[in-house]
C-alpha cells in the first residue's frame, strides 16, 4: 500500500513464508518512506511495524504531513490495530480501536481502511460475518479516538470497506448484494453546541456492484469535497 503527503512517500506491505492465504505462517507489516520526491537514494532503511510472529490481515496506510497510519487486522485476537507515527515514520505507537468477529481463510478478517485530514485520522472496518461496518475517528493525530459508530450493514463476503476524508467530513463505502452503499458523517459548524453538529446522511446505494470502486471514486469523493 502507498500514500504520499507533500514530497514524502509512505509504502506499506505484507511478508510471508507463505503464498497461501489460509496458511497460519507469520505474516508481518514493513515499511519504508521516502522524503526526495520518490528519488531512489532517498528511500529509507525498511523497519517492520508488527511482531515477526504475529499475522496480520490487509494493511491500509493513510498520510497527512509528518502523520502515517497503517491500519490492519490482527488475525490471531480479531483486534483492528492502528500503527501511528507522527514523525515520517521514525517513531511509531500502536493503538488498537476495534474489534472484528469475521472469519477470513486464515483467522480474523476485518479488512480496515485509513483516512486522514489535517490533524484528523478515521478508520472503518467489517465487524461480523453479517457485514456490519463500524467506524472510529481522532481529531488530534490518534492520541484520543471518539466512541466507535455503527455504520451500516450488508458487506458482502471477503469484500473491504472504503474510506475518505476532509476535514471532519467522512465518507464510507461498501459493496452490498444490490450495489455499492456510501454513507456520509457531516458536520455542521455552529454556536450551539460549539464548534458545532455531527450528524450522519442516510445511507444511499449508488451503483451496481460491479461498478463499486469507480463509482466511488467518482461520487464518493466529489461529495466529500463539496
Known sequence: MVAASGGV??????????????????RTIWFRWNNGNGAPSRWSTPIRLTPATGRVDRPRIAAYGSNVYVAYTDMVTGWIQVRISRDYGRHWVTRAVGRTTRTGPGG???????AASRTNVAVSWISTDAGAIRMRWSSDRGY????????GTGAVSGSSASIAMVAERIVIGWTTPTGYAVRIRDFRWG?????????WHQTAIIGPSADAERTYERVGLGQVAA
Open 9 to 26: 512517500v509512505y509504502v506499506a506491505w505484507t511478508s510471508s513464508a507463505s503464498t497461501d492465504p489460509a496458511s497460519t505462517a507469520p
Open 108 to 114: 480474523r478478517a476485518g479488512a480496515p481502511a485509513v
Open 144 to 151: 484520543s479516538w471518539y466512541a466507535a459508530n455503527a455504520v
Open 191 to 199: 454556536y450551539r453546541p460549539w464548534p458545532g453538529t455531527v450528524y
